[in-house]
């Protein structure tokens, strides 16, 4: 491994299907970060990813998060959030500004990780 700083690229940020914006900020094959972006009262696609596991960093406003069969829970700034692998999770944000957070997964995220559960429920 070796010393490296990379800085943030705004203008690299992109809408996603989930419904929120993120940007990769770091990738190597152990893992990823990505800064996300959800919007006053939108709530991201119910997914999970599988053979990674997400940390949410909370970064500024307000949300309700998801996990699986945990009962839904209030996190704002500083709170971190535990995703183990396969676990169904979602965030709306309850708050009147941006909900941001860094997702950290472990290994890094590949699309193909991705689970789409909506769809799955309206099949």
């Not at 500083?78 to 941006?98: E, H, K, L």
């Not at 941001?100 to 699309?111: A, D, G, I, K, L």
Request: charged share 25%; proline share 7%.
């Amino acid at each position: 491994m070796r010393s490296e700083i990379k800085k943030f690229d705004s203008a690299a940020e992109f809408f996603t299907p989930e419904r929120c914006w993120i940007v990769e900020t770091w990738s190597d094959d152990s893992m990823s970060i990505a800064r996300a972006r959800v919007e006053p009262g939108v709530t991201t696609a119910w997914h999970a990813l599988d053979g990674v596991d997400e940390q949410y960093i909370i970064v500024t406003g307000r949300g309700r998060m998801e996990l699986g069969d945990t009962a839904p829970t209030a996190v704002g700034p500083s709170d971190t959030v535990r995703i183990p692998a396969g676990v169904p999770q979602r965030v709306t944000n309850v708050g009147q500004t941006d909900l941001v957070f860094f997702c950290v997964c472990t290994p890094r995220f590949q699309p193909d990780c991705y689970r789409d559960l909506e769809s799955a429920q309206d099949a």
